[in-house]
């Protein structure tokens, strides 16, 4: 049906297409979430009989109320108002020994399609609104159950039909979509593709799915009389790289519900929505064909709109205890391998009691959006506002650092301990530190997208190419500027000679004696620390070291500034910088 390329991790960038027939809809990329045995439509409240990949609200677990959606910290998909949970069964490969390989999947795209004859009267999903489209224990192509049809020439649909598969092979032998995996040898993966129920009784959600149907054609036509409420038209797209285990002779394909056909595909949805936004989005974009699917082109979904949501909000740690990722032994549960054709049985398992972590994400959560001249709490630094940075040179590149656990406290921390009044945050986990910004371009951060810290998932720690800058008021800005062959020190016994290279560890410009003091160095100790030595030269470095010599092996900087570290004792004056000296002649 889409053509879509396969992402082995996440499903961050994909080809934009136009679906056939009507164009009104919206499209939206999902990462992970969740991994495990969890249903809260099925099985609420309890471990579920067979492993999901789960996309959507980070509150997700073994039971959800709408209140707990909304009231998440991050989406794993691109829409933030959006806190609707997607899950889909796990893939696994059974290999030839009985045990069984995960299949790599990244997450769900997931279409909000304007289609069937009412759809100028599409409603919102109402709070709570929860629905399951397929049957996991279905083996063999049911030829019987039919959708609706009318007297109005609405023919009927084979409710099969709901489950399809895409070989994505770019040789273009994928062949055509079927309702089963027909093809599993696909080099850019295979689609697994589901439509949901698009007409609704006005009922709670019925375990059965008795409150839902599908339109007569499934993903178009009219809904029945029993269920004439339009709902806007849900379809998942999951893809699985297939050519990414290592396949061999008698082995196969397995989903998690122990099902080797396809035809017990399955997807289910769980509302989350801000309910104004999306009130909003159906008026004006479910029915309208010029957007073309894309979010930008959406008012309301644009304004929520991330790139990073992958990154933003990570997928998390496991509720339920037990192995379901890599290579088992056995699939998760008490799941038998079933070929069919009849339908399959879920069996009981005395002993199958995984233990279940508690995982509390406590609200509300606001992220800290500063505005510019906002100080951080119980520190000096102020918000200067976000920098572009393409990297040559970078804004801010006199020393750096990279930590998983990189939040804005310890990026300005350890700017300020290294002697630079700027500090800036990138790419969620790297921090930059520097004297000046130079001639760097400022950037409207409320109109930006950004990362979230990776230490700290409610502040923002710039994007790639982008620089959130934070400014220590406290740095006194006007230190003494030193001039070669003119500056003197320590009542003129010590001229300063300027700035100089040093080449660092066993071949020092200066390689006498030397001295760390990371709370007191100034030039005034260093010249008397190495005039004390009987050395005719001294140098700082690095804000806090001072060496000593009798023969410059540096090289003269022409550009002094490049010693721009200010001294640990003394901020009005600078103690060389990162392997460059401030040289004195004693």
């Known amino acids: 049906m889409v053509k879509l390329s396969y992402v082995s991790q996440s499903l961050l960038a994909t080809p934009f297409i136009v679906l056939p027939g009507v164009t009104a809809y919206w499209r939206m990329s999902c990462s992970l979430i969740q991994t495990g045995r969890l249903d809260p439509n099925v099985s609420p409240g309890k471990i579920a009989s067979h492993v999901h990949k789960v996309s959507g609200a980070s509150n997700f677990g073994l039971s959800n109320t709408y209140e707990d959606l909304i009231g998440s910290r991050c989406t794993s998909c691109e829409i933030q108002d959006d806190k609707s949970t997607y899950w889909t ?33 599409i409603e919102p999903f109402p709070p709570g609104f929860k629905m399951v489209s397929g049957d996991p224990f279905v083996r063999s192509n049911n030829t019987a159950a039919v959708t609706y049809t009318d007297s109005n020439n609405f023919g009927s649909r084979l409710v099969s039909d709901r ?9 273009g032998n994928g062949g055509p979509e079927q309702n089963y995996m027909a093809r599993t040898d696909c080099d850019n993966g295979m689609r697994a593709q589901v439509h949901f129920p698009s007409c609704w009784d006005g009922r709670n959600f019925q375990l059965d799915q008795s409150h839902v149907a599908y339109m007569s054609g499934i993903d178009n036509g009219v809904c029945p009389p029993s269920h004439p409420r339009q709902l806007v038209h849900l379809f998942f797209e999951v893809i699985y790289g297939v050519n990414d285990v290592s396949k061999e002779p008698g082995g196969r394909f397995v989903f998690a519900n122990g099902d080797p056909t396809g035809f017990g595909f399955h997807g289910d949805f769980m509302n989350g929505w801000d309910a104004d936004v999306l009130k909003e989005a159906i008026k004006l974009c ?29 997928e998390r740690q496991p509720i339920v205890n037990e192995m379901v990722k890599g290579m088992v032994e ?17 069996l009981v398992c005395p002993d199958d009691k995984p233990t279940v972590n ?39 590149n006199k020393y750096s650092f990279v930590a998983d656990n990189m939040t804005i406290e310890s990026c300005t921390s350890r700017c300020a301990a290294e002697g630079y009044p700027l500090a800036g945050l990138e790419y969620s986990r790297e921090c930059y530190c520097g004297s000046s910004l130079g001639s760097t371009a400022s950037v409207d951060c409320s109109a930006t997208p950004k990362m979230a810290c990776a230490g700290n998932t409610t502040q923002w720690c710039g994007a790639p190419s982008l620089m959130t800058v934070w400014s220590d008021t406290a740095y006194s ?42 709370a007191a160095m100034t030039n005034e100790m260093c010249a008397a620390y190495c005039k004390e030595k009987g050395y005719s030269l001294a140098g700082s470095e690095y804000s806090q070291e001072c ?24 901020p009005l004056e600078y103690c060389g910088g990162g392997l460059k000296l401030s040289v004195w002649r004693l």
């Open 89 to 121: 069964p796990q893939l696994y490969y059974e290999h030839t020994n009985g045990s069984f390989e995960e299949v790599p999947n990244g997450g769900t795209v997931v279409y909000y399609l304007g289609r069937g004859e009412n759809r100028s009267n």
């Open 163 to 171: 489950v399809s598969f895409a070989c994505l092979d770019s040789s």
């Open 286 to 314: 479910a029915n309208d064909d010029s957007s073309q699917g894309q979010i930008s082109q959406c008012p309301p979904l644009a304004k929520s709109q991330t790139p990073y949501y992958a990154t933003n909000c990570p």
């Open 330 to 346: 056995c699939l998760p549960g008490c799941n038998v391998v079933t070929t069919g054709p009849e339908r399959a049985t879920q």
């Open 358 to 396: 508690k995982i509390d994400e406590a609200g509300p959560f606001a992220m800290f959006d500063p505005s510019v001249g906002q100080t951080l709490d119980a520190s000096t630094f102020a918000f200067a506002g976000c920098m572009s940075d393409n990297g040559n040179p970078r804004p801010l």
């Open 477 to 518: 800005q006007y230190a003494t500027t030193l001039l070669a062959n003119t500056t003197t020190i320590n009542n003129g016994s010590a001229t300063y000679l300027g700035c100089f290279s040093d080449p660092g560890g066993n071949n020092r410009a200066l390689a006498g004696q030397s001295k760390v003091d990371t």
């Open 547 to 570: 060496f000593c010599g009798n023969a410059n092996g540096g090289t003269l900087i022409a550009d002094d500034s490049q010693c721009d570290m200010k001294c640990k004792g003394n």
